[in-house]
């Protein structure tokens, strides 16, 4: 892998068998697969002036390993994702847990048997923790807005005091919107759990942390003779989509380029913005061993800050008398702003508008797009990389 900072003068599209943008998950898979399986030459142009995409971790001034766009945790129920990861990191064995402040009340989350006998005391908390057994059955998983639905009292009585002090404030302040405004997949990521796990993903047989962090996975992953990473670059400045054509340095290009940014930029937002939401993240380094219990804390009734995360609880990182926490405080997008577009909102409009930019590009043979941004999907880490998977599997076949 070679790494340089800007485009040289020199840079020939042509030179070059793909021609891939973003260096996050999306962009870094495809662009190894095709370094490996059809020996490619990739230029791989990133904007930002580091790899990783919004994966990317760093040690910050007081030595602690900080993820600089927002605490990520790997989980996978997909053996596939998980072998081709592990090729380039080993895991450790953390496994992730989360409490809600509840009116100052620290509640397990996904609200479990646990928080259920915080919530309404041990006896009738167990007493409603077993007529939920009877209804669900043990080690279930049921969204809020499914268990909103049950016709019984004592479950209405339970599905009320969990969307208002778990979903209700927390939903109001990451999307603007209350639960029931939004898709019920979003919340249904987080299903109240019918059972003693008090795991946040107690259902990914694959979870942990990559044992030297992100950054140096990505490094690893795109460690290849054939990959060239331009940092620094907007692609905008020099590709662009006209008719059914990909044009690089104002000539045709006929390589297969992944693009894994936004759509509505690549056509400058002619058909109108989607819509996104943003975070404003707040870094504190403070002077102690320890700042709460647990790595995530999501404050679900109070504050203007959705969710503190300390670091060092997630990486396992051994670093006394110093921590650091982040504060998320989320908002909505402003398209071209420099902002960074962390959430798509998923609504039948805003989908209706997606479909519209990628009709544009569906027609193009050698143009793909892949990930979080370029499918306007809620994609945790391991969706990107199997959707990438997905896409150079293909690329890989039509070459052969
Ligand atoms: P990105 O990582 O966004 O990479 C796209 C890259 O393309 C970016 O680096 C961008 O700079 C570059 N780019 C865009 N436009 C251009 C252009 N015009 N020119 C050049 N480069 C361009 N997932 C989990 O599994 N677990 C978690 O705990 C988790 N936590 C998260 C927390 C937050 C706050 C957020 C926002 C996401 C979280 N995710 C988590 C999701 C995870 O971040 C994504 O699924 C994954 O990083 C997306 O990878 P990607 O390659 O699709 O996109
Ligand atoms: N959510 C909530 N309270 C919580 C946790 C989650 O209301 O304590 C809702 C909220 O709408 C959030 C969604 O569930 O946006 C998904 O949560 P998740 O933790 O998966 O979000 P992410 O980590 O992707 O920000």
């Known amino acids: 892998m070679s790494i340089t900072k800007g485009l040289p003068a020199s840079f020939s599209p042509e ?14 898979v495809c662009a190894r697969r095709l370094a490996e399986a059809c020996g490619s030459k990739v230029a791989l142009i990133e904007r930002r002036d580091h790899i990783a995409g919004n994966a990317y971790d760093r040690i910050d001034d007081a030595g602690v ?24 990191t080993e895991w450790t064995d953390y496994q992730h847990k989360v409490l809600a402040n509840v009116h100052g009340t620290y509640m397990p989350v996904p609200f479990n048997h646990a928080s259920l006998r915080l919530a309404f005391g041990e006896e009738r908390g167990e007493r409603l923790y077993q007529k939920l057994v009877a209804a669900f059955g043990k080690d279930k998983k049921v969204p809020i807005m499914e268990l909103r639905d049950r016709n019984d009292p004592e479950l209405t009585e339970v599905a009320d005091y969990v969307y208002e002090n778990v979903f209700l404030h927390y939903t109001m302040k990451q999307w603007g919107k209350t639960p029931d405004q939004i898709d019920p997949s979003i919340t249904g990521r987080v299903p109240v759990y019918v059972g003693d796990d008090d795991r946040y993903f107690p259902s990914a047989p694959h979870q942990g942390m990559p044992a030297e962090g992100y950054t140096r996975l990505f490094e690893r992953l795109l460690d290849h003779d054939l990959i060239n990473v331009y940092l620094g670059v907007d692609v905008r400045d020099i590709l662009e989509v006209r008719g059914y054509m990909v044009r690089v340095c104002d000539r045709p290009y006929g ?7 936004q759509l509505d930029e690549l056509f400058g937002l002619d058909l109108g913005a989607l819509p996104y939401r943003t975070l404003d993240m707040e870094f504190e380094t403070l002077p102690q061993d320890r700042f709460q219990p647990v790595a995530t804390v999501n404050y679900t009734t109070s504050e203007d800050f959705t969710r503190i ?5 997630m990486t396992g990182q051994d670093l006394p008398g110093v921590t650091t926490i982040m504060r998320e405080y989320s908002k909505a997008y402003e398209p071209e702003s420099g902002q960074t577009p962390y959430y798509a909102i998923l609504e039948e409009e805003s989908r209706a508008l997606y479909r519209s930019y990628r009709e544009r590009v569906d027609g193009i043979l050698n143009f793909h797009c892949v990930g979080r941004l370029a499918e306007y999907r809620y994609y945790d880490m391991d969706g990107v990389v199997a959707s990438a998977l997905d896409l150079s599997d293909e690329i890989i076949s039509h070459s052969r």
């Open 15 to 28: 030179s070059f068998d793909a021609i891939v943008v973003g260096a996050g998950y999306a962009g870094a």
């Open 255 to 261: 390589g297969e380029v992944i693009y894994t940014g």
């Open 309 to 313: 995360t300390e670091f060092k609880l």
């Open 65 to 88: 390993l900080v993820h600089q766009y927002g605490p990520h945790i790997y989980h996978t129920t997909n053996d596939r994702v998980h072998e081709y990861l592990s090729r380039f």
